[in-house]
């Protein structure tokens, strides 16, 4: 196949953020076809217009649109459109194209997908990453009832106009099928975990300590990902404020940026933790978190006490499930349900940051269960989230879609 994969938010692993449109384009490359992927560059200084870039037999084309998460909601509103305008003439101009496959977010990718796929009359695949309009309103950033009414009709519009749609969980097949499309027209492919990169036999304890020797020798727990509102990436705060009445040697770590960093380092700052037992870096790239991980003892995915959050299928979890490290979290859903079944590390409470250092610290001093956990949690990421396989789940969808 020849395919259009529009991604408005591509990275590679020399990048901070998610890969997940990396390691399937480069999967389908292996296995013979041509991906045109179609995103933006998020610095306008290096460059003026399109220009395109060979990575592992990718044809990736590049616009600069600004872009950080610590943008308002109506700059980032502006970098959508402006990207899905410039994005549809682009899609439209690849020829002989059998496939458009665009993946969300933002929901706005679906307007240069549905343009390409009538114009060059070929099938679109759509992909969810969150449910829009259901997770912006929940979290109170969709707040204007004529952008509610547009995003609702642009859903929708998406899903009509899409031959299969791929969900990242099962809970949003579910909001996928409430917005109208039949269950056989809808395949949930997780998000993946990359095993060789995070194989635990690549982490390099001299090298990490060497980078981050407040951290060395102690107990670690990490948060390594966006700092935004949904986040709540406070309450990691609060834990760690806990922790230093009852485990002061462990240590604190946060990997990322975000709209809420200023406001996490100010928290951390009152509370008196900041720098003691928690330290605050910048993102790294998807190949040194490798490290990160490897030499964490448990890695924590959080998000703000909102139910339509548990349908997340958030990075950072198939990223620790892959390097073997105990993983918890504070929501519920279908990810609470894995680790419960599997063993592979916390659920904490949501709304009791101190009742959750209670829990983190009884687990750290039972070096069994920490081990049993870090067992499980590779085992699942074999068994259930091997990328490999997701891929080959991914291809099978496309080369279907491209036959009806």
């Not at 269950?183 to 995070?198: A, C, Q, R, W, Y």
């Not at 709209?259 to 509370?271: C, G, H, Q, T």
Request: hydrophobic share 40%; with cysteine; charged share 25%.
């Amino acid at each position: 196949m020849k395919i259009i994969y529009l991604h408005q938010y591509f990275t590679t692993p020399e990048m901070s953020g998610g890969t997940r449109s990396f390691e399937m384009a480069r999967r389908l490359v292996d296995k013979g076809h041509e991906v045109h992927i179609i995103t933006s560059w998020r610095d306008k200084r290096c460059h003026k217009g399109w220009w395109l870039q060979d990575i592992k037999g990718i044809k990736v084309h590049w616009l600069p649109v600004d872009y950080n998460n610590s943008m308002s909601y109506r700059k980032r509103l502006a970098a959508f459109f402006k990207f899905a305008g410039a994005s549809a003439v682009k899609a439209a101009s690849i020829k002989n194209a059998d496939l458009v496959f665009a993946t969300s977010t933002p929901l706005t990718i679906a307007i240069p997908g549905i343009y390409a796929s009538k114009r060059l009359k070929i099938p679109m695949v759509f992909e969810v990453r969150d449910l829009w309009p259901e997770m912006p309103i929940a979290v109170g950033a969709l707040n204007n009832t004529l952008l509610r009414w547009a995003a609702g009709r642009l859903e929708k519009f998406a899903y009509r106009n899409s031959k299969h749609v791929i969900a990242l969980s099962p809970g949003m097949k579910e909001g996928v099928i409430r917005g109208g499309v039949s269950s056989d027209k809808v395949t949930v492919i997780p998000n993946g975990s990359d095993l060789e990169l995070f194989s635990p036999s690549r982490y390099r304890e001299e090298l990490f300590n060497q980078k981050y020797p407040e951290l060395a020798g102690e107990k670690l727990i990490v948060y390594a990902g966006t700092l935004g509102k949904i986040n709540g990436v406070e309450y990691f705060v609060d834990v760690a404020k806990a922790c230093q009445t009852i485990m002061p040697a462990c240590r604190f770590a946060i990997f990322g940026d975000g709209l809420e960093r200023d406001a996490i380092i100010d928290k951390a700052n009152k509370l008196g933790c900041l720098g003691k037992n928690l330290y605050i870096y910048d993102p790294v790239s998807k190949n040194e978190m490798t490290q990160v991980l490897g030499a964490s003892d448990l890695s924590l995915s959080l998000f703000i006490n909102l139910e339509p959050m548990w349908v997340n299928s958030a990075n950072k979890f198939f990223d620790t499930l892959a390097s073997g490290t105990p993983i918890a979290i504070n929501y519920g859903g279908w990810q609470e349900d894995l680790i419960q079944s599997s063993g592979a590390g916390l659920v904490l409470p949501p709304s009791d940051p101190t009742r959750a250092a209670e829990l983190i610290v009884d687990f750290l001093n039972d070096q069994k269960r920490c081990i049993a956990s870090g067992e499980a949690a590779l085992k699942l990421a074999r068994e259930q989230f091997d990328r490999d396989k997701l891929a080959l789940q991914l291809e099978h969808v496309l080369l279907e879609t491209v036959k009806k």
